[in-house]
């Protein structure tokens, strides 16, 4: 049996709404479906459109694993034009990110207090 392509998965996943906030759980044990999820919801973005910020205060655990995926989702957001924004990381996320070296991505990538925008400056 051929193996489908990554498009066709991504096409044979019903469309997701966009994502709210960071689960509570951001590890191994978690990305596979969050994975499933976001790429579902990927494929109904529109190149070049406003993505509103993710509410990241309610992450408890992160891992690794974790974090690749919101990178992963970053860099997937950044190739369609748009730009990931999180509000509110909580202290497990900004740990897990400083103790792998990620703290300034984090920094650019929190959106100010209300605005709803990256902390990224041009």
């Known amino acids: 049996m051929p193996r489908k392509s990554k498009a066709a998965v991504a096409a044979s996943v019903p469309s997701a709404p966009p994502p709210q906030a960071l689960p ?3 590890t191994i044990y978690t990305v596979g479906d969050l994975h ?5 919801w990927l494929a109904s973005v529109p190149p070049d459109s406003t993505v509103p910020a993710m509410d990241a205060q309610a992450v408890g655990q992160v891992d690794a694993a974790g974090l690749q995926l919101l990178i992963s989702l970053d860099g997937a957001l950044a190739r369609r034009g748009a730009a990931l924004s999180l509000q509110d990381p909580s202290s497990a ?6 103790a792998i070296g ?3 991505w984090l920094q650019a990538h929190t959106a100010a207090p209300g605005d709803g925008s990256t902390g990224a400056t041009a």
Do not use: I
């Not at 499933?36 to 579902?40: D, I, K, L």
């Not at 996320?93 to 400083?98: D, I, M, P, Y």
């Open 24 to 26: 509570d759980e951001l």
């Open 36 to 40: 499933r999820q976001w790429t579902s």
């Open 93 to 98: 996320l900004s740990t897990g990110c400083e």
């Open 102 to 104: 990620l703290g300034g």
